[in-house]
């Protein structure tokens, strides 16, 4: 069972002037599509401080090896998610980025403006995903197949990924 962390960032559900329907959205595609449990999950506002104290006890105490971020991740000066991920992660993993983007330029041209990116730390992958609960519902969609592999690499359960007999 993989342990998973939800960071809802949004200033607005944050101070409770707006629900959560992405974090929603995300906790039951996870919890159906993979053997996981929610082990924290938090809203904080768009704040890059607050963000990486976030992802760094989600990383280093709490113990999630998955978390997964909602929101933080366009244009708007507040957006500050991926700044500051790359502050707590020590490998980039740019590939779950690119194929989010890819997949959603067949839904929306706005798609080539995210800016999420995805990285680890330690043993925790860290996936930034749109704020929009569709939006970050397709990204998660298009990535789940690949996560759990990727998982269990950092569990240290899979070696010789790339020996075929």
Do not use: W
């Not at 559900?13 to 996870?30: F, L, P, Y």
């Not at 989600?58 to 998955?66: K, N, S």
């Amino acid at each position: 069972m993989f342990k998973i962390g939800i960071l809802t960032i949004s200033d607005r559900c944050s101070c409770g002037m707006r629900e959560d329907k992405s974090g929603e959205a995300i906790r039951g595609i996870v919890t159906t599509r993979i053997d996981s449990e929610i082990i924290q999950y938090e809203i904080v506002p768009d704040d890059k401080e607050i963000i990486a104290q976030k992802l760094i006890e989600m990383a280093d105490v709490t113990g999630c090896e998955l978390v997964l971020t909602t929101g933080g991740t366009g244009f708007s000066p507040r957006d500050v998610t991926p700044e500051a991920t790359s502050m707590v992660i020590e490998k980039n993993v740019p590939g779950l980025a690119e194929v989010m983007r890819f997949a959603s330029l067949k839904i929306t041209p706005h798609a080539m403006l995210s800016r999420a990116i995805a990285g680890i730390r330690k043993q925790c992958l860290i996936v930034n995903l749109p704020g929009s609960p569709k939006g970050a519902a397709e990204c998660l969609d298009v990535i789940m197949p690949a996560l759990p592999h990727g998982l269990n690499i950092l569990r240290g359960n899979v070696g010789d990924c790339g020996y075929i007999d």
